[in-house]
């Protein structure tokens, strides 16, 4: 039946995913580690990227002064983490509002170009229950990536680092004015894809909410 075969579906799924990450961490577990903790000066100096004109070093609650560098670190790293999602979000948002779609289906029975028709809130749940869990083992697969880096961001690592993945060979290259430069730039797009998904999701859920956007939606 259509109930069974969905079921065995979701178990060989799962299965395939639990062998991926159970391979990750096996990986991960037999690499040495190729960074040194770094001295308290450089992740210091780390967190305080970001801070630009106009607004300078907006924290009105005092909410860095009162971390350690553990907490301003696991903020940091949630930051460049959310802004990244933000990203791929906005310019996603932007697509799916187009009704630009992949050929061929998601799934059997339905179409990329029958979920495209609709509102883009409206079409992760004409996503199959199936397709949603692929998604987030997929995103969750990248999370515990980002966990898994050596040393760990909160005891002296590097913020926003995912090993194996978006790890461009030509960095290695770059000065560390440039990296600095490239970290910088990271920030500001993916604070301004916070604040513009947020846009994006206030003007589709209540309307008029958002002027700008208000002949869009």
């Known amino acids: 039946t259509v109930a069974t075969g969905t079921h065995a579906a979701f178990i060989t799924m ?3 995913a639990t062998l991926l990450l159970a391979l990750v961490a096996s990986a991960t577990a037999f690499t040495a580690p190729t960074r040194s903790v770094r001295p308290r000066s450089a992740v210091k100096m780390e967190l305080t990227e970001g801070i630009i004109a106009p607004t300078g070093k907006f924290d009105p609650l005092g909410i860095m002064d009162m971390g350690s560098d553990a907490s301003n670190a696991w903020m940091r790293h949630a930051e460049v983490k959310h802004g990244r999602v933000a990203m791929f979000a906005f310019v996603g948002f932007i697509v799916s509002a187009n009704g ?53 961001y909160m005891k002296g690592g590097k913020t926003g680092v995912i090993p194996l993945i978006f790890a461009a060979p030509q960095m290695k290259a770059l000065s560390e004015e440039k990296k600095a430069d490239l970290r910088l730039k990271e920030l500001q797009n993916g604070r301004l894809a916070m604040v513009g998904i947020m846009g994006f999701f206030a003007a589709s859920l209540t309307p008029g909410s958002v002027p700008a956007l208000s002949s869009l939606f």
């Open 100 to 152: 630009i779609h992949l050929p061929g289906e998601i799934a059997t029975g339905v179409s990329f170009e029958s979920i495209s028709k609709l509102k883009p809130l409206e079409q992760w749940n004409a996503v199959p229950a199936l397709g949603q869990i692929q998604i987030l083992t997929l995103l969750g697969c990248f999370e515990l990536l980002s966990e898994m880096e050596k040393p760990h």
């Open 14 to 16: 799962f299965k395939v």
